[in-house]
């Protein structure tokens, strides 16, 4: 099992950053692709970026392509997603996942609790 806690969420003006982070454990959670996902009010959840451990692999959403970056900490036991240039449609409740490399929530197996990012106009 892989047990995920979310830190780093706030109140951010629009144009500003953020960066978001997931401390991962249990075991052999280098086995896991990371990912994040956000879901807002009266929205699906949707994919943010993943990032594969293994290959090294990472891939964005079209909506945040050249704003955001993830990236895994040196001992590959947390993953990061460094926000920047915030829009107000990126307010929403931001998830840790790990499990196989996607863009699907149901392709991920460990979850989470969140952190809510705001982003104010």
């Known amino acids: 099992q892989v047990q995920l806690v979310e830190s780093g969420g706030g109140l951010v003006q629009a144009g500003g950053s953020l960066r978001l982070s997931c401390g991962a454990s249990?075991?052999?959670?280098?086995?896991?692709?990371m990912g994040w996902f956000r879901q807002a009010p009266g929205k699906e959840r949707e994919f943010v970026a993943v990032?594969?451990?293994?290959?090294?692999?990472?891939d964005y959403a079209d909506s945040v392509k050249g704003r955001f970056a993830i990236s895994t900490g040196n001992a590959k036991n947390a993953v990061y997603l460094q926000m920047n240039s915030l829009k107000p449609e990126d307010t929403a409740v931001y998830y840790c996942?790990?499990?196989?490399?996607?863009?699907?929530?149901?392709?991920?197996?460990?979850w989470g609790q969140g952190t809510q990012v705001t982003v104010s106009s």
């Open positions: 249990g075991r052999a959670v280098n086995r896991y692709a």
């Open positions: 990032i594969n451990w293994t290959g090294g692999r990472t």
């Open positions: 996942a790990a499990g196989d490399y996607g863009h699907l929530p149901n392709e991920f197996d460990y």
